[in-house]
């Protein structure tokens, strides 16, 4: 990977430390941090990686809000394109597409970091194959699994990898190689969500004993997705909104999101409020910069204006902001988010040709070929699907394909 070199950080270490740990749930090993800014005095390097396995969703301005700060305070900062863990992960990603979206997801995170204004010219894309199947990385990969138990790496991957009836090797061996990533890409830290923490232990308990660095790590909180409980899932298209979901869709999802009046506790819209709307607008407008319209009907006393999140929450505990009004607001201030990034994709060749090779749209039933008798003999363990395909196709399919 890239060489380090001597940068003199133009950044007040302390400015940028705290932009870089700004609105985190935790940090572990902060010394290595501060270490880098206040006494080596140079640019922190860091990484943040993402598995291309379904399309990008809202949930992802949360991160990209992160990134803006890493890249406002001087970091070096590198965009994972993990191609081979979206291929680890119960075969999330055929290894025919995954390529494809991978450029999908470079497409779109340049996408939301250009709509909120983010000067993107110093971020690193990095695919994890261009690397993850050379000779030193395949040996730190056995050399690891000589010292990780089965144990402990099975409960790494539990909050990430999909969770099936008769598990996979695959599984054991993804928290090995995001350990690894952290060398190869030759930062100082990893920046994930919270739901990353087993295996962010796992890599700082075990490179050392490899002969490579600890890192420090940074974890955002979880976004609530808009059903009642829980967060964004895959497997429920109504708890999350596609970035080129149509202005009409983003209406009925929201007003279909679990939200009971007087409820600010499981209340997916007002956390979108607090970590989307609220980080993008300081990111645009500047510290402390606030301003929440609703366009509420005449009828209902007509529109309002919120200075504040804390004033929003405030208002919906006492019951002053109606649920119906609530969600007038966030599906307006989504539509407005949403914009820019359908008009880059409508501009942009590249953008649409990786969405349509990389989620082909299933072919409709009259015009497919006659399937073949189901083999009900040996079937792969767990997985009786990978996105739309049968088992028996996609073990076909892997005899042919590499990335
Ligand atoms: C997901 C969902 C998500 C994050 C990731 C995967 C992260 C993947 C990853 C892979 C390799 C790395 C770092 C991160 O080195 O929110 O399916």
Redesign the pocket.
Known sequence: MTESTTVTTTVNPQVAYNLITKNLQEVLNPQIIKNVLEVEKRHLKL?W???P?GRPHCGYFVAMTKLADFLKAGCEVTV?L?DL??FL?NM?APLEVVNYRAKYYECSIKAILRSINVPIEKLKFVV?SSYQKGGDYTLDIFKLSNIVSQNDAKRAGAD?VKQVSNPLLSGLI?PL??AL??HYLDVDA?F??V??RKIFVLAEENLEKIGYKKRAHLMNPMVPGLGQGGKMSASDPNSKIDLLEEPKVVKKKINGAFCSPGNVEENGLLSFIEFVIAPIQELKNGEGHFEFFIDRPEKFSGPMTFKSFAEIKQAFKDEKLSPPDLKIGVADAINELLAPIREEYANNKEYQEANEKGYPVAVPEKTKKAKKPKNKGSRYPGAAKTEDKKVEEVAEDLKKATV
Do not use: F, N, P, V
Request: net charge negative.
């Open positions: 990484y990686g993402t598995a396995t994972l993990a863990h979206a992960d999330k994890g990430l993804y190689m995001q990533d952290e990893q994930g969500g739901d990353q």
